[in-house]
């Protein structure tokens, strides 16, 4: 496997992503500055994170109140400790109801490897996100958690489209989104099985929440006959009073919207004389290392409620995209959780430390305090000799005044044997001001 | 009993940006304040604080706030340095032997804009010509230290300041980042000067030695027109 560093050269070879990303991150970090300036954004974020806190230190008893309630309203709960017991789960019961699966945008799905599972099953997925539906055909992965297809232009997209739909498209996008539109109802209305994510999961209630803007979400939770929903343990939150801070500050820093344009709050199943709804819901809770994280010093990353406001305005995102951070959660929540949840531990590296995500975050996790206790698990754990002898070099000389000195001299001069210089002058000059 | 006051090159000022430190002192007489190098100060730790090499961190800072000792307080020109001083050091040194004089001494650190707008209240002479010039925010002077007026107050002063679009935006020094992940690194540069050649910038000041040192040099390499200077050189010229 690549390191991030090739990752990322990669991405910045590509002049679409180079076009697209910057961009679109931009335009929806200015829509976030444009919608908190209504509101007492700090004030609601201090609440936010009040609430989020409050729920990961009660998390046991929350899932347990949760699961009750669940069941109590007809809801079928799995708690799968690992991604691969919650693909089993999925897939065990996609395939006792059929061979079509569709799918609303999730990423514990990405982060689970769902729809490799399933279509090794002979399962058919269909995303119905029009962004996460771009993705699949081009056979990628989200380059970002909220606008997965951040990276294509609309002349990719109707290349993408037009041997599905069999004919021409334009490149107008209500063009693209007719056939999509199209393509897309006929699976919801044949599919035997949705599944979806989870935005937030309310306990006391027993209630899972999706927000949407395409209303795909709704069609698959309701329209087949199994629903599936796979949240993330952290996703539970204790009572639906909590919804009223916690969803206006997601869409506003997600899009820059007040609200989205479908929040669906699913209780379970359809009951006895109700019109619609499916005849079985699911709901699985993934662990998958999360736990693990309440008793260290990032249990605060649990916080996220993964809006992507920190992706829009971290410039080293801007310019390499989402994937090419390695895993499924691209930006700052991602140079953090993917050491944390996926074990890679350079990726703490992938930041200039400018702790923009710092001001953004909705929940206020200290992602640039986090990135640097990354650095120094990563010093203590899997740094390489070389650079830990560097640094004992590095520390030797320059606590000694004089060798300070000599070193700053030469390295003023560029005339050090220092193999960092080469890095450095291989695209910049090194200009010194005597 | 006049006050000690002790000027820190740091490391970057002492191998590439002598000349901002040289100014950064001439400022200082002009405001009225004799500052001193700090006798036998080497570097903040930043680098490896940076990297996750705490115990290296606290190896190279210890020196440096040792020198500190007895000062009533220490300008910087740098304003990466100064958060890491002022806001870092209490993590560094927690619980080891040297937390209270890190607390200390943390606490009478100054980055230069801070310390002449905030301290001393410096009103430097407009000159009778005033030359264009923008900033860029330094992402710690900014998001960690919150100086974003006293560097521009400063500049406003002396120069006909114009604000750079998006000045806030990384322009991908970061330290060690620069040369572990140069091409992400210098695509960031590249994004800082095309952002200032759109808005007709031609001087560009930071007040970090990093930002001067990744923007100026990718500018020099690309053959870009845009003069980048520390903010001290900035305003010393204006008053020449």
Same mark, same amino acid.
Not at chain 1, 273 to 278: C, I, K, S, V
């Given at each position: 496997m690549s390191g991030f560093g090739e990752r990322a050269a990669a991405a910045l070879a590509d002049p679409l992503k180079q076009a697209n990303v910057p961009r679109f991150a931009e335009r929806t970090a200015d829509h976030r500055v444009e919608a908190f300036r209504e509101i007492d954004g700090e004030g609601l974020r201090t609440a936010a994170e009040r609430i989020r806190s409050g729920a990961v230190a009660d998390m046991p008893a929350l899932l347990d109140l949760l699961q009750e309630r669940l069941e109590a309203n007809g809801a079928v709960v799995y708690r799968a400790a690992t991604g691969a017991d919650a693909a089993r789960y999925v897939t065990d019961i996609a395939r006792r109801h059929g061979d079509m699966v569709v799918k609303s945008k999730s990423m514990a799905c990405e982060e689970i490897g769902l729809n490799e599972h399933l279509e090794a099953a002979g399962i058919e997925v269909v995303e119905t996100d029009l962004g996460e539906f771009i993705v699949q055909v081009a056979g990628e992965a989200p380059e970002? @958690? @909220?606008? +997965? !297809?951040?990276?294509?232009?609309r002349e990719q997209v109707r290349d993408l489209f037009e041997p599905l739909a069999g004919r021409p498209l334009g490149t107008e996008p209500a063009d693209l989104i007719a056939f999509a539109r199209g393509y897309l109802r006929e699976r919801f209305l044949s599919a035997p099985v949705g599944v979806t994510g989870v935005n937030f999961a309310v306990a006391e209630t027993g209630t899972v929440v999706m927000v949407t803007n395409e209303g795909n979400g709704r069609m698959c939770s309701s329209l087949p006959r199994v629903h599936i929903a796979v949240m993330g343990m952290e996703r539970v939150i204790g009572q639906v009073s909590d919804l009223s801070v916690l969803l206006p500050l997601l869409t506003r820093s997600a899009?820059?919207?007040?609200?989205?344009s479908y929040v669906s709050m699913l209780s379970g199943p359809r009951r006895d $004389?109700?019109?619609?709804? +499916?005849d079985e819901m699911h709901v699985v809770i993934l662990d998958n290392g999360r736990?693990? /994280? #309440?008793?260290? +010093?990032? #249990?605060? &990353? /649990?916080?996220?409620? #993964?809006? $992507?406001a920190c992706q829009n305005v971290c410039p080293v995102y801007r310019h390499i995209g989402g994937t090419a951070y390695g895993w499924v959660y691209g930006g700052p929540i991602g140079a953090v959780l993917t050491p944390l949840?996926? $074990?890679?531990?350079?990726?703490?590296?992938?930041?200039?430390?400018?702790? !923009?995500?710092d001001d953004v975050c909705p929940v206020r996790i200290p992602l640039h305090d986090l990135l640097l206790r990354l650095r120094r698990d990563r010093a203590a754990e899997s740094a390489g000799r070389a650079e830990r002898l560097a640094f004992r070099l590095w520390s030797a000389a320059w606590s000694r005044p004089w060798l300070f000195r000599l070193s700053t001299r030469l390295a003023g001069s560029a005339?050090?044997?220092?193999p960092i210089l080469r890095r450095w002058t291989r695209t910049r000059d090194l200009e010194v001001h005597r | 009993m006049t006050a000690m006051i002790g000027l820190f090159p740091t490391c970057l000022g002492e191998a590439v940006h002598r000349q901002a430190v040289r100014d950064a002192a001439g400022l200082l007489r002009r405001a009225g304040v004799e500052a001193t190098p700090v006798r036998g100060a080497t570097c903040c730790g930043q680098p490896a604080w940076n990297s996750g090499f705490a115990d290296d961190a606290r190896r190279v800072a210890r020196r440096t706030l040792g020198a500190m000792e007895g000062l009533d307080a220490v300008v910087v020109p740098s304003g990466s340095c100064t958060a890491m001083m002022r806001l870092h050091w209490r993590e560094l040194f927690h $619980?080891? #032997?040297d937390e209270e004089r890190a607390q200390r001494i943390s606490a009478r650190v100054f980055e230069l804009s801070q310390y002449l &707008?905030?301290? &001393? !209240?410096w009103a430097p002479e407009p000159p009778a010509q005033r030359m264009p010039v923008a900033y860029h925010d330094s992402c710690h002077m900014l998001?960690?230290?919150?100086?974003?007026e006293q560097p521009r107050a400063l500049l406003a002063a002396v120069a006909d300041l114009r604000e750079l679009p998006r !000045?806030?935006?990384?322009?991908?020094?970061?330290g060690t980042f620069s040369v572990r992940y140069p091409d992400v690194s210098t695509a960031m540069a590249d994004d800082k000067i095309a952002t200032a050649a759109a808005a007709g910038i031609g001087v560009l000041a930071s007040a970090d030695p990093g930002c001067v040192m990744q923007i100026e040099g990718r500018a020099a390499r690309t053959g870009a027109g845009l003069r980048v200077v520390h903010l001290a050189t900035v305003v010393a010229e204006a008053l020449a």
């Open positions: 970002h @958690i @909220i606008m +997965p !297809a951040i990276h294509k232009s899009t820059g919207q007040k609200i989205s $004389g109700e019109g619609d709804g +499916p736990s693990r /994280l #309440r008793d260290t +010093p990032y #249990r605060s &990353v /649990l916080n996220c409620i #993964r809006c $992507g949840l996926h $074990g890679d531990q350079e990726l703490g590296q992938a930041s200039s430390l400018c702790a !923009a995500c005339r050090g044997p220092l | $619980g080891d #032997r &707008v905030d301290e &001393v !209240a998001r960690e230290l919150r100086l974003r !000045a806030d935006r990384c322009c991908g020094f970061g």
